[in-house]
């Protein structure tokens, strides 16, 4: 009998209760209160919280937006830059019992309307400049309101059942769509089997992370899990260039730095080799991390990346970890406390199979649901497994490869490939900085594989030679288009289908 792609690391930590998100973030805090919970990194200086700076600032907030009227249960809508009025707003809302909204800073007003109708929010906290026109039709609560209520006197802490909405976040989805993804209290609980089976981390450690105040990545690994085991966050100030990031790494002596792929690839061209003596390995999520670009970390500055896979439905729940490496290829494993699948139509399929990648609905990190659309949230579940929409397959250690989103995979010559599998055997031709693939359609009914790459331009027969010794036939690009850079979103994630777009209008954005 065939063994099954199916993984169970054991069950996971069971959520006490009462339980407050919030509360549970800083309590780890209050045995250290004079501790740096937090440095803001400029060039020349740092701006700095202790823990119980940090702590009475979200408590005060917590005040505030009770004393505007606000009621527990309640959602609020942010729009706030990247500051630290995003952290305070998001986590003095759930210490009150509201339930925060984050939204991106960059979206139009169409986009906020369409965010509004879904989240039917009682109020908006609106940063400075990002005034929408027309304006919501909701009570308004200003950035510099919101400072305000910083000092005022801490409220108590809202607890409750873990199980109840504690924070929204909006993602497209497959659907294109924006869909309003409600997490439980007890998400921020199911976080802590990351800490291991991830991170590593330590109370001790200084996480610097890349990204902006107002990304959930950043709030999630660069925030709230260094604070829930009291260690110090390092956030670079708005607007910092990344080629700075390795002289902030090793001034404030950080020991873990978690980016997005793009970021590394980024610093990387401006910094060949890199001393970070206090730093133990590098964090990557958000996309697929290359191996090329994992192995020229590790040639620059002799330390390692370990990779994370996870959805906006669901915490990260593959990894690798310094204590459990990811096997060459794979995202790593399964976490301890995770149930992870490969599912075909029938169920789990036998091992090395492509399938969907799928968690046990047991998990204490997976959404409540979608706001409002029931059917919707029907949908993403098969019988106990939550359908991530990603393919994958596992192998006999538990070990997942990733071969992309089910929308993504080409159809070669009547082949089903991954493009991550045509990206990788391409990543390191010569003179070739980035590369990615994608189907276009050359004439109706005739659709074949395209391949967009940054760097120095070549010849297309070069290149289909180079390809041609790599790839079988049916995989080998059959279009060559040499870029400026590859389309991505705000947070350095490859955008496919922009490609597929560059192509059909006939404009490919060359260099």
Known sequence: MEELSICDRGPAPRCPAPFNLARHVMAAGQQTPDKVALAILGLGRAERWSFARLEAAIRGTATGLLDAG??????????????????????????????????????????????IAIAEPAALVLGRGLETDPSPALPVIAQDALRKMRDLPPADWQMGDPERPAYIVFTSGTSGSPRAVVHAHRALWARQMMHEGWYGLRPDDRLLH???????????????????????????????????????????EATLFAAAPGVYRKLLSHHPTLDLPKLRHGLSAGEKLSATLREAWREASGKPIHEAFGMSEISTFLSGCPSD?????????????????????????????PGTIAVHRSDPGLM??????????????????????????????????????RGEMLNAGGYRVSPLEIEAALADLPGVTEIAVTEVEVKQDARVIAAFYTGQAQDDLTLSALAEARLARYKQPRIWRHVAALPRNANGKLQRAALAALWENGHDGQA
């Open 368 to 405: 409540l649901g979608y706001l409002g659309a029931p059917e919707a949230t029907a949908e993403r579940f098969r019988d106990e497994w939550f359908l991530t929409g990603d393919l994958g397959a596992m192998d006999a250690s538990g070990a997942v490869t990733y071969l992309g989103r």
């Open 210 to 252: 890349a990204g902006a105040f107002n990304w959930t990545y950043t709030l999630g690994t660069g925030l709230l899990d260094p604070w829930s085991l009291g260690a110090t966050a390092l956030i670079p100030v708005a607007g910092l260039a990344t080629e700075t990031l390795p002289l902030l790494l090793k001034r404030h």
């Open 325 to 353: 490496p990811a096997p060459e290829g794979t995202l790593g494993r399964p976490q301890p406390g995770r149930h992870v699948a490969i599912l075909g139509d029938a169920g789990p399929l036998p091992l090395g199979q």
């Open 70 to 115: 606000l009621q527990p249960g309640q959602r609020i809508l942010l729009r706030l830059g990247n500051e630290v009025d995003f952290p305070l707003a998001f986590l003095g809302a759930i210490c009150a019992g509201l339930v925060p909204v984050p939204t991106s800073a960059q979206l139009t007003a169409r986009e906020l309307a369409e965010v």
